[in-house]
């Protein structure tokens, strides 16, 4: 039987260490530490695969930054750790659930480059101070302006509001809720007139964008959001699914779906309201703070 070959890690700092970007990846954080020092692509990542020794050991040791300021930036290296001080400090912050790129203008700004991969939240989905679209990109070129539709930075502010009144928890059920069943509609019959309106001054401003699916996906955000509000409201989720949900479709009628009331069985919405359904949810997409003891 083969002996295990030698794994060699670098033992000292790198002559260019990197800041880390707040919610970086480790995959990020390693390859723009490659970079910097002119190393082809997996010279660390490689090793740190093949090694028994903590990540956090290693880093710490190549760029010179105290463990405690690295998992402060990087959530996903303490989330074994024991210390109930630091959880609390991460409380809030991205789990290992949803990585997209960082606002390419914000990670230019602080010298980071171009393309930072963080993992993220679910309202994340814009930059509020460039205007950007960040939701669910792959890459700093598909982010586009919203400049052009005001109802999208205004959604978010709604967002921020719903994760305030109601917590973070039943929000991002609620959102992930309300994702499935305006996308449902769209692929029925590509939703409702504000959407198309939306998506029509997007594709017009960002022309290059126009037949990107998170061109779709901002197009679709402002509704998400508005029936994000109702099936996050434990009085308004009641209503729904009572034997006399009509007040709930009202509301819907008036905000969300221009004066067409849902009905039958292949509705996404009356489906919901029936069955109570939660398809696909993987639950936080936030560290939780530690329970007392």
């Keep these: 039987m083969r002996n295990r ?3 060699l890690l670098p033992a000292r700092a790198l002559p260019r260490p990197v800041r880390p970007y707040q919610d970086e990846t480790t995959r990020s954080f390693i390859r723009r ?7 082809q692509h997996g010279t660390l990542r490689s090793p740190l695969n093949g090694s028994r020794r903590p990540w956090i050991e290693s880093l710490t040791a190549w760029t010179g930054y105290d463990a405690a300021i690295l998992m402060l930036a990087m959530p996903q290296l303490g989330m074994h750790n024991p210390d109930p001080s630091l959880r609390r400090k991460l409380a809030g912050r991205p789990t290992r659930t949803t990585h997209t790129a960082a ?18 939240t679910h309202e ?16 700093f070129t598909d982010q586009f302006s919203i400049r052009a539709a005001p109802e999208i930075t205004a959604a978010w502010q709604h967002h921020q509001n719903l994760i305030t009144r109601h917590g973070r928890p039943g929000v991002r059920k609620a959102f992930h809720i309300a994702s499935t069943i305006n996308r449902r509609w769209y692929d029925q019959f590509h939703h409702f007139t504000a959407t198309t309106d939306t998506y029509d001054e997007l594709a017009a401003d ?14 679709l955000y402002p509704a998400i959001v508005t029936l994000t509000a109702a099936i996050a409201s434990p009085h308004w989720a009641k209503i729904a699914h009572s034997s006399r949900p009509d007040l709930f479709l009202d509301r819907i009628s008036d905000e969300v779906t221009e004066g067409w009331r849902p009905r039958g069985a292949f509705d996404p919405l009356r489906h919901w309201m029936d069955t109570d359904w939660l398809p696909g949810f993987r639950g936080s997409d936030a560290i939780s703070a530690p329970k007392p003891r």
């Design 5 to 7: 070959p030698v794994i």
């Design 33 to 39: 530490l490659e970079t910097a020092n002119t190393l």
């Design 103 to 120: 606002c390419h203008r914000c990670t230019l700004a602080r010298g980071a480059g171009r393309y930072v991969e963080v993992y993220s």
């Design 124 to 139: 994340r989905v814009i930059c509020p101070l460039h205007g950007l679209w960040t939701g669910g990109v792959t890459g």
């Design 206 to 219: 960002q022309p290059r964008h126009a037949n990107n699916q998170a061109v779709v996906a901002a197009s």
